[in-house]
């Protein structure tokens, strides 16, 4: 999407930024729920000086992060509308060599921050959901026993609601957004009233002072100040979904005033009374209006929650194609939004870690420790690769992008910093899953490329191949063979294989490869390449964006508008089935890389199905690879 469109209604233009607060501000905008309390808890307490102090950096940080970085800097990086730390990735890595060490540096960056964005997965409905249930200790103590319990219900109900998408719910969750910002705003401005002189924190020296003054405390400080904008990258991530324009207008108009409003009013709220730090969001409000409180809270939490699975299931998606992770099953769930997709896998494996960390850490302050380093850490790989963008694509000279970006990177690094301090009491998670997440993922990366180069050592061409071939010899037989490769220039293996057990060949032979691109999607009329070779050989190349789901089906139908007809009847698809056997042989994979790449391997999805290839017109083809 552009950043505006013209040709948008009034009405469109107001139902997109109603969308955008459901979608894309779930997570940020559930953050008042615990970041002024950890922020203070992490300074030490409740002063007038750290409260001033603390709502200074948290103002701030949330205009220089959130607004001139992302919103006006960052989101000019689109892949042809597309945002994200992976189409970020992809954009950088287009003026690249593969094989060089700018290439291998890039990669290895992108595959690092899609691995911390599977640990802030886990972390950010744990802290999310915990946060607002914990609201019911504040009516009364009687629910103490149950916060635990009712947070893994809430999880579970969530995940077992996955497989039916979004899009129902979706459309509840934008006008349920706007309601809680309106509160939050209400609440704010209610307590602000009572103490307006909270207003001067805006002041940016009271952040500086307190840093100053207390640097040790400040700095501990930092690390929970930067909860308030935990959600900037899920704004560059989701912004193909609505455009720009939108998401600026929902940010600076609806979320951004609400949640200083609110912020500012809980620092209102502990100058009145340093005790209410117990839970200051909740004990703005009256009594009689807790219980609603939890309930809207809650909503609010699951959405902000929905937010970073449906991420999750997306990232996971476009690793998959971009060749970074093995193939899973995925299913879509709506006919009319490419972006709503259903991993199954990663549904099952995402509420156990959760549920893990729910009932292991026990409460959001808890928790708050693990909370931070993931998006740290994409955040600061977001400004490292975005530098590396506008110098090569936007052409900017070096002394303003170093300006620009190296004072972005260091607001980035000093949160990052503030953020490590915390791995001991639970830092130490999402870092152990990102170790973990970045072994898979380069491992399966690096497993193929050796793989390719394995198959390549005994290929034969397949214009010698062609040229060879005899009228009579050997006997063809009618039909279509279509044989799946990666790479249309050799003869197949199970080309091979056929030939050398059967001694015949179709009357017509396709070679077919597909190639995922570094771009969202593939136009239509950009998506096939078909070559007639002669002798009733033909090589046909299917195009698809990181974002495109395969459908082979439709791109052989589509054959026809190049003169090459297909009958599914008479039509076999030839894929070859290899199973991968451990050697003593030297590869480029280390013994424990093999064995991870074997056991990946041989539990990928199979190719039949990833392509929806009909199961009752497909040959499969054994063989075996020593690596």
Avoid at 166 to 185: D, E, H, N, Q
Avoid at 435 to 457: C, D, P
Avoid at 517 to 538: M, Q, S, T, W, Y
Avoid at 553 to 567: E, K, T
């Amino acid at each position: 999407m552009s950043d505006s469109s013209p040709s948008k209604s009034p009405a469109l233009r107001r139902t997109l930024v109603i969308a955008a607060l459901g979608v894309v501000y779930g997570d940020i905008g559930t953050s008042p729920l615990y970041a002024v309390r950890q922020a203070l808890n992490a300074f030490g307490g409740v002063t007038e000086a750290a409260v001033m102090g603390a709502l200074s950096l948290v103002a701030w940080a949330l205009i220089l992060v959130v607004t001139v970085k992302y919103m006006f800097v960052i989101m000019r990086a689109d892949n042809r509308g597309e945002g994200g730390l992976l189409a970020l990735t992809a954009l950088t890595l287009r003026n690249t060599t593969p094989g060089t060490f700018r290439h291998t540096a890039i990669m290895t960056a992108g595959l690092v921050g899609a691995a911390l964005f599977y640990g802030d997965g886990v972390i950010t409905p744990s802290i999310s959901v915990l946060s607002a249930v914990e609201g019911l200790k504040i009516a009364t103590p009687l629910f103490d026993q149950y916060v635990i319990p009712i947070a893994v219900i809430l999880i579970i109900g969530l995940f077992a609601f996955q497989n039916r998408g979004t899009a129902t719910m979706g459309r509840a969750f934008g006008p349920v957004m706007l309601l809680w910002f309106s509160v939050l705003a209400v609440l704010g401005v209610i307590n602000i009233v009572a103490h307006p002189n909270i207003l001067l924190a805006l002041n940016p020296l009271y952040g500086i002072n307190l840093l100053i003054s207390a640097p040790l405390p400040g700095f501990i400080m930092l690390g929970a100040v930067f909860l308030v904008v935990t959600g900037g990258e899920t704004l560059y991530a989701d912004m193909g979904h609505f455009g720009r324009a939108p998401m600026r207008t929902a940010w600076l108009y609806i979320v951004f005033p609400a949640l200083l409003l609110n912020y500012y009013g809980q620092g209102a709220l502990l100058l009145n009374d340093a005790a209410a730090l117990e839970n200051p969001f909740y004990l703005m409000a009256p009594a009689w209006a807790i219980y609603p409180l939890v309930v809207l809270a809650g909503i609010a939490t699951i959405i902000a929650s929905q937010a970073v699975i449906s991420g999750a299931f997306s990232i996971t998606r476009q690793a998959v194609q971009l060749g970074y992770l093995p193939r899973f099953r995925i299913r879509h769930t709506s006919e009319e939004e490419i972006g709503q997709v259903y991993v199954p896998r990663i549904n099952g494996l995402l509420p156990i870690g959760i549920i893990a960390l729910i009932v292991g850490f026990g409460s959001s302050d808890n928790l708050a420790s693990a909370y931070g380093i993931a998006v740290t850490g994409m955040m600061t790989i977001t400004t490292m690769l975005a530098f590396v963008y506008a110098r090569v694509t936007w052409k900017w000279n070096l002394p303003l992008a170093v300006a620009v970006f190296g004072f972005f990177g260091a607001i980035d690094l000093a949160f990052l910093s503030a953020n490590l301090l915390k791995i001991a009491d639970g830092g130490w998670l999402p870092v152990s899953i990102t170790v973990v997440m970045f072994a898979v993922m380069s491992t399966w990366w690096r497993g193929r490329r050796m793989l390719w180069i394995l198959r390549a050592e005994n290929t034969l061409p397949l214009s010698d191949f062609v040229a060879n071939l005899k009228p009579d010899k050997p006997l063809r037989v009618p039909g279509t063979a279509i044989f799946m490769t990666a790479n249309i220039d050799s003869v197949p293996t199970a080309l091979l294989h056929a030939l050398k057990h059967y001694k015949v060949l179709h009357e017509r032979t396709v070679l077919m490869k597909v190639l995922t691109e570094d771009i969202p999607h593939v136009a239509e009329a950009d998506r096939l390449e078909v070559k007639d070779l002669g002798k009733g050989f033909h090589t046909i190349t299917v195009r698809y964006g990181f974002m495109d789901q395969p459908n082979l089906l439709r791109a052989i139908a589509q054959c026809r508008v190049q003169h090459l007809h297909f009958n599914l009847m008479e039509t076999s698809f030839i894929v070859g089935r290899e199973k991968l056997i451990s050697s003593k042989r030297r590869t480029a994979l280390s013994g424990w890389r093999k064995k991870l790449f074997m056991l990946m391997s041989n539990n990928a999805l199979d190719a039949t199905e990833f392509f929806r290839i009909p199961a009752n017109r497909v040959v499969e083809l054994g063989g075996q690879i020593e690596i």
